[in-house]
């Protein structure tokens, strides 16, 4: 192999908010790469990746469905961390005080003004009701505080653990996501190899756990393959003559699985050419396509999906 890597990026490292991603950029120079666009892979060939235009568009036109189907997580926590602050400030409003008894005192303990205006101490002679007082709401005030103290730990606490699942269900959802492109880039490989390129599918949150996860980052990376390596590729795969020519039908290569499937969409009530549809796939992930021009309401057009996302998720 030679020459260095080229990463064709579906996902570059960074925040990303989706809608409120051009606000973001726009407050944050750019070339820090803290905030990044949502996934997509509809881009241009990277610098110095020569492959021919046919070859790179039966990748993009697979995965770029896919990619743009990725969710981030950074919606999700800026959401929860919203939601998190909007209740503190409400159980900062409505946590108990002792309001009125402000200004009471605690006779608890004797004080100076008995010793000084009384030949002896009258403090449980005159002041008793008002220490009782005291103590009784000073002790309804701790319970009070007590059961705020609690239902504040357990509102957080749910809306925390809401956040963890929702986050690890994203997660999952992503990874079948993965799981599909990694397959596209199998059934690809070989005709990269041809022109002369190594195709590899990488996710951060594969390579490095948790931390991808906060900070996901998707690539293609494609690497040179010198004139050895791409002859002995191609000598590896050989020729696999069909079946009838002097190969047993046990050894017989299999017939290979079309790169993509095709769904009817109907054109939803309200909805001119031109717009957005989303529509969820066999597979259950979404997809979003535009209304052709000429259609109206109720009539149906038939849209090519990857088979990764024709197919029934089990």
């Known amino acids: 192999m030679v020459g260095t890597p080229i990463p064709a990026y579906l996902q570059e490292r960074g925040l990303n908010f989706s809608d409120f991603t051009s606000v973001f950029k726009g407050l944050i120079n750019d070339s820090k790469k803290v905030v990044t666009e949502t996934a997509r892979f509809d881009g241009k060939k990277p610098a110095g990746l020569e492959v021919g235009d046919d070859t790179w568009a039966s990748l993009t036109m697979r995965v770029d469905p896919l990619a743009k189907a990725i969710l981030d997580p950074h919606n999700l926590y800026l959401g929860s961390s919203l939601l998190i602050a909007f209740i503190s400030l409400v159980f900062v409003a409505v946590k108990p005080a002792p309001g009125k008894f402000d200004d009471l005192d605690d006779f608890n303990f004797d004080d100076d003004f008995n010793d000084k205006y009384n030949a002896e101490d009258d403090y449980w002679k005159y002041r008793d009701v008002e220490n009782n007082a005291y103590s009784y709401h000073s002790r309804e005030l701790a319970r009070e505080t007590l059961v705020w103290v609690v239902?504040?730990?357990?509102?957080?606490?749910?809306?925390?653990?809401?956040?963890?699942?929702?986050?690890?269900?994203?997660?999952?959802?992503?990874?079948?996501?993965?799981?599909?492109?990694?397959?596209?880039?199998?059934?690809?490989?070989?005709?990269?190899?041809?022109?002369?390129?190594?195709?590899?599918?990488?996710?951060?949150?594969?390579?490095?756990?948790?931390?991808?996860?906060?900070?996901?980052?998707?690539?293609?990376?494609?690497?040179?393959?010198?004139?050895?390596?791409?002859?002995?590729?191609?000598?590896?795969?050989?020729?696999?003559?069909?079946?009838?020519?002097?190969?047993?039908?046990?050894?017989?290569?299999?017939?290979?699985?079309?790169?993509?499937?095709?769904?009817?969409?109907?054109?939803p009530d309200g909805y001119m050419p031109g717009q957005v549809v989303n529509v969820m796939t066999p597979s259950g992930l979404p997809i979003m396509v535009a209304v052709p021009s000429g259609l109206q309401p109720g009539e149906s057009f038939p849209v090519q999906i990857p088979a990764q996302m024709y197919r029934p998720r089990k």
Request: net charge negative; glycine share 10%; charged share 25%.
């Open 151 to 267: 239902l504040f730990a357990l509102t957080i606490s749910a809306a925390v653990g809401t956040t963890a699942v929702v986050a690890y269900m994203l997660e999952s959802r992503n990874s079948r996501i993965d799981v599909f492109i990694y397959e596209i880039c199998d059934e690809v490989a070989e005709r990269f190899e041809q022109e002369g390129y190594e195709i590899e599918f990488k996710s951060r949150i594969v390579d490095e756990g948790f931390a991808g996860h906060i900070m996901p980052e998707r690539a293609i990376i494609f690497l040179e393959l010198d004139d050895d390596e791409v002859g002995r590729r191609t000598q590896n795969n050989g020729y696999a003559p069909p079946g009838g020519m002097g190969t047993s039908s046990g050894n017989a290569p299999r017939k290979k699985e079309s790169s993509f499937g095709t769904i009817n969409v109907m054109v």
